[in-house]
């Protein structure tokens, strides 16, 4: 297993990918409080780590299409209607 | 027939049919009086006639069931049943409780039988569904454990298959959560509470592990498709049947005061409940599509489609319709639930067991893999005739239902409920000929067993 | 080929069905499906009252949240090296893996543990009002879930110490990763919409 930091595996760093979104969605909904696009962005990274966990973790990235396109309309149809339900005020 | 045990099968379907036609006729008296009240008015009065129509088509499916199993578990498991000594005996037991029971209800003020059977010793009568007197509820306990005693210790000596299995957890969950039948505490909200968990979680819940069972059954040995394909269809059937309906519960918790988390959750978990039935259709559908022999027994493919097909329009299309919390505010107890309610279980709990009849009767009889092309013509036009005239009552009893929804709930001044009654009387005129039609669909399906024609071999060579 | 070319490599050819047992994923299709609706109900009703949320948030454990994201990421991390041990032949290094797995598990359930104890000692029940109803409610059905992926990794790694999976045959292993991997994407969705968005 090569760790060094200049080739790590690639679950490794998606895994430290997840690890630094994460941190930065919550730093970001503490700071930028009153920010109208907040909601709107920490939907996009939580839809962007769903995709690396799609993809990466869950290896949809070697399987045909359909089952890809699947789980990407759910994570970005459920988040699109949490977005409409949080301009609604 | 692998397993002359097997026969044990045919009485329970024979009482089956034979107290569904009653229950058939029972319905047809109140569907008539709806509309003219005072039918046969002192001697059978509403109230009684519609516990003997309820009681009965619980009864009948039972005995369907434990048929079902009889037949069906001796040659999954590939050994003799248990005891058939038994099983002959549990059946004159259960038969004739039930008759004594239905006696009960039509020939005795309700309150003087249970003074009659010792209600006051321990009491669970006086609730829908349940109103058997206490010592007939202990009947049906006795009976159900020694059916399943029976299967159980035929399936142990024997095969394992998925089929068998998952037929077991359901009718162990069956048995089960009939023992909540005598849990009747005074608090009113708990006492509905508990009482779904008989119904809901029969019907809702493990009876449809029985459905699946013997669907899956009657695909693999018509359709000859790899057992395991299909069981594994089966698995993911009753995984979605018990994820959505287990907490599905709570859609009967929405107004009987308990806490009102319930109007969430179970408007979401029921809203998912119509899944399972879908998968069902697709699932018959495929396997048949892919079959690779073509089974002589025409008729009990079309009953097995259909049931997956009436199945998912009534238990799970309608269903769906009344389901969620801010709908079922005004849908609650009107006719759209008697039209959800009838469909509901011809579609998925009477058409299963006449599927498996349908399937097991030639060889019960000793006739081969099918009945005569002609008797199956019969059967078939049965079919038709119960299915259809069966949507035709849930279509006009919706239509009552959204009249009264609008009129008594809905609308700006509503009405009182007779009021709005004699406004839907024309729906159920209507629903009653529909009835009348189905009756003449059930008398067409017993005629249908002593239809002759060119039976065994013949049959073999024309398939 | 090693287990490193087989994650990252984008496929000329792509499989027909995902990695492990087909029936799991119907599986995961239908939890994913439960959930994105609870999801969405919990928006909405927060669209009718807003105050009442937005204030009850701020009593929410944050950092517990962070946390137990972090842990579930670490464990799907975990677990995706214990399909790839197993690929490259080594069924006591997956057993490993996933055994770390199941320690984020343990980790995450503590810290939950540790939140409810907090929220019931200050007398929050499913009935104290909406948003609480929800926190509670989908964060219980959530923590089932966990601990149904700990059984799940448990069983496979039970059988993968004993040598029950090999190079070819270990769909097991891929199956229960599977699950795990659900139950994560379900946190990741579940963490900012309770505990940060405001």
């Not at chain 2, 009482?195 to 013997?214: D, K, M, Q, R």
């Not at chain 3, 009252?49 to 990421?73: C, M, P, R």
Request: charged share 10%; proline share 3%; glycine share 8%.
């Amino acid at each position: 297993m090569n760790a060094t930091a200049l080739r790590l595996r690639p679950c490794t760093r998606v895994w430290v990918m997840l690890l630094a979104l994460t941190t930065a969605s919550v730093v970001l909904g503490n700071r930028a409080g009153g920010w109208a696009a907040l909601a709107p962005l920490l939907l996009a990274l939580a839809v962007l780590k769903g995709q690396l966990v799609v993809d990466h973790f869950m290896e949809l990235r070697r399987v045909r299409r359909r089952w890809r396109a699947l789980l990407y309309t759910y994570l970005v149809l459920v988040a699109a209607l949490i977005g409409v339900a949080f301009m609604i005020d | 027939m692998q397993y002359k045990s097997q026969a044990v099968a045919k009485p329970y379907f024979i009482a089956a049919i034979a107290l569904f036609a009653a229950q058939v006729v029972f319905g047809l008296i109140l569907g008539l009086q709806y509309v003219i009240g005072d039918f046969l008015f002192p001697e059978l009065p509403f109230n009684q006639a519609r516990m003997v129509h309820t009681n009965l088509l619980i009864v009948w499916l039972l005995f369907g069931f434990m048929g079902a199993a009889y037949y069906l578990v001796p040659e999954e498991a590939e050994t003799e049943l248990h005891s058939p000594k038994l099983a002959l005996a549990l059946f004159w037991i259960f038969l004739i409780a039930g008759a004594l029971t239905v006696l009960g209800y039509v020939f005795l003020r309700y309150a003087d039988l249970a003074r009659l059977t010792g209600d006051a010793l321990f009491p669970t009568m006086g609730r829908e569904f349940l109103e058997q007197p206490t010592i007939i509820k202990i009947g049906i306990v006795v009976v159900a454990l020694g059916f399943l005693y029976n299967i159980g210790m035929t399936i142990l000596k024997g095969r394992k298959t998925v089929v068998n299995l998952v037929l077991l957890i359901g009718l162990v969950g069956l048995a089960g959560l009939f023992l909540f039948s005598f849990y009747n505490p005074d608090n009113l909200v708990l006492d509905k509470y508990y009482w779904w968990w008989v119904v809901h979680l029969w019907v809702e819940g493990v009876w449809e592990l029985i459905l699946g069972a013997i669907l899956a059954f009657v695909l693999i040995k018509t359709t000859g498709v790899d057992r395991e394909v299909i069981e594994k269809w089966l698995y993911v059937i009753i995984s979605l049947a018990l994820i959505t309906g287990i907490i599905g519960t709570g859609h009967h918790y929405y107004w009987i005061g308990t806490p009102e988390y319930w109007q969430w959750w179970g408007s979401i978990f029921s809203a998912l409940e119509p899944i399972p039935f879908f998968a069902m259709v697709i699932y018959a559908f495929n396997i048949v599509n892919r079959r690779r022999r073509e089974h002589p027994n025409k008729a009990a493919t079309l009953w097995a489609l259909g049931t997956a097909v009436m199945a998912f329009l009534g238990a799970g299309v309608w269903g769906f319709l009344h389901t969620l919390a801010p709908v079922n505010f005004y849908t609650h107890g009107t006719q759209i639930t008697a039209a959800h309610g009838h469909m509901a279980f011809y579609g998925a709990y009477a058409m299963i067991v006449l599927t498996m009849i349908s399937y097991a009767m030639p060889k019960l009889r000793g006739m081969g893999e099918a009945a005569s092309e002609r008797a199956q013509l019969t059967e078939m036009w049965s079919f038709w005739l119960m299915t259809v005239s069966m949507v035709f009552i849930t279509l006009f009893l919706t239509g009552a239902g959204v009249l009264q929804v609008w009129l008594q709930r809905y609308s700006e001044a509503p009405q009182a409920f007779m009021a709005v009654q004699e406004q839907i009387k024309i729906f159920y005129w209507m629903r009653e000929t529909a009835g009348l039609v189905f009756f003449t669909g059930l008398v067409l399906y017993v005629i249908s067993h002593f239809v002759g024609g060119p039976t065994g071999a013949k049959a073999k060579a024309r398939a | 080929m090693t287990a490193t070319a087989v994650i990252d490599r984008a496929p000329a050819t792509r499989l027909p069905s995902p990695p492990g047992d087909l029936a799991i994923w119907i599986f995961i299709l239908a939890e994913l499906l439960v959930f994105g609706l609870l999801f969405v109900a919990y928006a909405f009703a927060r669209a009718g009252d807003v105050a009442l949320f937005n204030h009850h948030q701020q009593e929410l454990d944050q950092a517990a949240g962070l946390i137990n994201t972090l842990l579930l990421v670490t464990g799907s991390y975990f677990v995706v090296r214990a399909v790839a041990a197993v690929r490259g032949g080594s069924g006591r290094a997956c057993a490993l893996w996933l055994a770390a797995g199941f320690g984020t598990g343990v980790l995450f359930v503590a810290v939950k543990f540790g939140e409810y104890a907090d929220k019931f000692a200050a007398g929050v029940s499913l009935s104290t009002n909406t948003f609480y109803m929800f926190y509670l409610g989908l964060t219980f059905f959530h923590l089932m879930h966990v601990l149904m992926g700990m059984v799940i990794l448990a069983a496979v790694a039970q059988k993968a110490w004993c040598g029950g999976y090999s190079r070819v045959e270990h769909a097991g292993v891929e199956t229960g990763a599977a699950y795990w991997h659900m139950v994560d994407l379900v946190w990741l969705i579940l963490f900012p919409l309770l505990y940060v968005m405001r």
